[in-house]
């Protein structure tokens, strides 16, 4: 049973600074591109950031420059370090595990930046 789980979200004061974790369980971890997108009520879910196999970053450009995505094979887990947060990063954010086999999602993990 695959298994994505965030954590790290919460609230934080503009210009603060937050560390999301995604603990990946039943994938072959090494394997797959790993992604944060984020997403606000009524809109779709946008890339934030992936990573793939081989440590190559791709970022949306509202947050190159400030956030960080990362991962460690070791223990199946992907970060997202997300500083000089703005009240427009406000949005559940959550992991992706992109494969040949198809995209996996984890529950999601609420950031709410208050100004």
């Known amino acids: 049973q695959v298994q994505l789980v965030e954590s790290g979200g919460g609230l934080v004061q503009a210009g603060g600074s937050l560390r999301l974790s995604c603990a990946a369980s039943?994938?072959?971890?090494?394997?797959?591109?790993m992604g944060w997108f984020r997403q606000t009520p009524g809109k779709q879910r946008d890339l934030v950031a992936t990573?793939?196999?081989?440590?190559?970053?791709n970022y949306a450009d509202s947050v190159k420059g400030r956030f960080t995505i990362s991962r460690d094979n070791t223990k199946s887990t992907v970060y997202l370090e997300m500083n000089s947060l703005k009240p427009e990063d406000t949005a559940v954010y959550y992991c992706n595990a992109r494969s040949a086999l198809g995209d996996r999602w984890g529950q999601g993990t609420q950031v709410t930046v208050s100004s």
């Open positions: 039943g994938i072959i971890f090494a394997m797959n591109t």
């Open positions: 990573i793939t196999r081989g440590g190559n970053t």
